[in-house]
């Protein structure tokens, strides 16, 4: 991996968070001749202890607030990187109050009329509706007595932040208690709650390095795992065929092209009991079950390389069927209700290609659960 280094470019900066997806998406790019540097919150061990081991020309460490605004923006004026790519949605927000020279090089660049849609995502989900996307029957929460109309239409509800990620501000309320909880925790914050009907179906994941809006590199898989139950992150997810491929595709390229937006993005679906899929969340960024890519033919690592290089992503690319994917290490080492044996079945679907970023974050991620049990 040393000798990735001495690629001939672009420059490269990755923005916040330390994981294998992150480290994989390096990995990808430097393999290319890019030079990858990291800005990272992480304190994670293995980058400071282990350097050399990992692909990235040099790393930056700092926090996302204006204590760290200074050392990245030197960051950049040193580098002069052809693309900054923020890896979360923290990372993203904190472009938007940053210097043209770094805005103008951020992947995906969103412009201040769309920023609040991704600040709010109830008002994204209204647009959508707007633009012919079906999304989930949903009651605006603002006092009690919205929370008691709302529970008067049917149990059980998703009470929903509009800045939720992942499972932070959502909740499965399958009580009055449960409801009236959840909109005391969330609310008061900067953006709405809402409570959106419970689907039974299973849900859906569409990810694509987006260009323009259209999803030139596209995967779409359902969630065959999830935890938490029913509203968790995806543990193991299976490649989907037709029909379904082309009407998330669809759906995503919908929303997408209304954002005009160009780079990476996954959104969240879910099949109702009429077999429509309805749009439940956006999330701008590299997905968290993106090692199932290349197991199904996706060339989404090679359509963002040449994006940076040349503006062209390259010819069109979309997931092979059928590929089931446990997302690695999560699904052997994370909280689940699966057994030991289950869980060691997902020890096959490491990157082991490059088996030193496979292996410590393994050890990482194994010690982290282990720590958490004391």
């Given at each position: 991996m040393i000798s990735r280094r001495t690629g001939s470019g672009p420059d490269i900066i990755l923005v916040d968070r330390m994981c294998l997806?992150?480290?994989?998406?390096?990995?990808?790019?430097?393999?290319?001749?890019?030079?990858?540097?990291?800005?990272?919150?992480?304190?994670?061990?293995?980058l400071s202890l282990l350097q050399a081991a990992y692909p990235y020309t040099s790393t930056v460490r700092g926090s996302l607030d204006d204590d760290s605004s200074e050392t990245f923006i030197n960051m950049v004026e040193r580098l002069n990187p052809a693309c900054i790519i923020p890896l979360?949605?923290?990372?993203?927000?904190?472009?938007?109050?940053?210097?043209?020279?770094?805005?103008?090089?951020?992947?995906?660049?969103?412009?201040?009329?769309?920023?609040?849609?991704?600040?709010?995502?109830?008002?994204?989900?209204?647009?959508?509706?707007?633009?012919g996307v079906s999304t989930p029957d949903a009651i605006p929460l603002s006092?009690?007595?919205?929370?008691?109309?709302?529970?008067?239409?049917?149990?059980?509800l998703i009470v929903k932040s509009g800045q939720s990620?992942?499972?932070?501000?959502?909740?499965?309320?399958?009580?009055?208690?449960?409801?009236?909880?959840?909109?005391?925790?969330?609310?008061?914050?900067?953006?709405?709650?809402?409570?959106?009907?419970?689907?039974?179906?299973?849900?859906?994941?569409?990810?694509?390095?987006f260009v323009h809006g259209e999803a030139v590199h596209f995967y779409a898989g359902k969630k065959t795992a999830v935890w938490p139950p029913l509203i968790g992150y995806s543990y193991e997810i299976e490649s989907v065929g037709e029909p379904h491929l082309s009407t998330l595709q669809q759906?995503?390229?919908?929303?997408?092209?209304?954002?005009?937006?160009?780079?990476?993005?996954?959104?969240?679906f879910v099949l109702?009991?009429?077999?429509?899929?309805?749009?439940?969340?956006?999330?701008?960024?590299?997905?968290?079950?993106?090692?199932?890519?290349?197991?199904?033919?996706?060339?989404?690592?090679?359509?963002?390389?040449g994006l940076i290089r040349s503006g062209h992503a390259g010819p069109p690319s979309r997931s092979v069927p059928g590929i089931s994917h446990r997302v690695f290490p999560k699904y052997t080492v994370g909280p689940t209700d699966m057994g030991w044996r289950r869980r060691l079945r997902g020890l096959h679907d490491g990157p082991w290609d490059i088996p030193f970023l496979a292996f410590s974050e393994f050890v990482y991620r194994a010690a982290i659960r282990m720590a958490s049990r004391f």
């Open positions: 997806t992150t480290d994989y998406l390096a990995h990808q790019l430097a393999s290319r001749g890019a030079r990858v540097y990291l800005f990272t919150t992480s304190p994670k061990w293995p979360t949605e923290p990372a993203l927000y904190w472009m938007w109050d940053k210097p043209a020279l770094i805005q103008e090089r951020c992947l995906p660049r969103v412009p201040p009329e769309i920023q609040p849609l991704l600040l709010d995502r109830a008002l994204l989900l209204e647009k959508a509706a707007a633009w006092s009690h007595d919205d929370c008691h109309a709302a529970i008067a239409a049917g149990l059980p990620v992942a499972t932070a501000g959502v909740a499965l309320c399958r009580t009055s208690d449960e409801v009236i909880q959840a909109f005391d925790k969330f609310f008061g914050g900067t953006t709405s709650v809402s409570a959106q009907r419970y689907y039974v179906g299973l849900t859906y994941l569409a990810g694509a390095l759906a995503a390229e919908a929303v997408c092209k209304n954002l005009e937006w160009t780079g990476l993005a996954s959104f969240d109702d009991e009429t077999g429509q899929f309805r749009f439940v969340d956006f999330n701008p960024r590299l997905w968290g079950a993106a090692g199932a890519l290349m197991a199904a033919k996706v060339d989404l690592y090679e359509g963002i390389d």
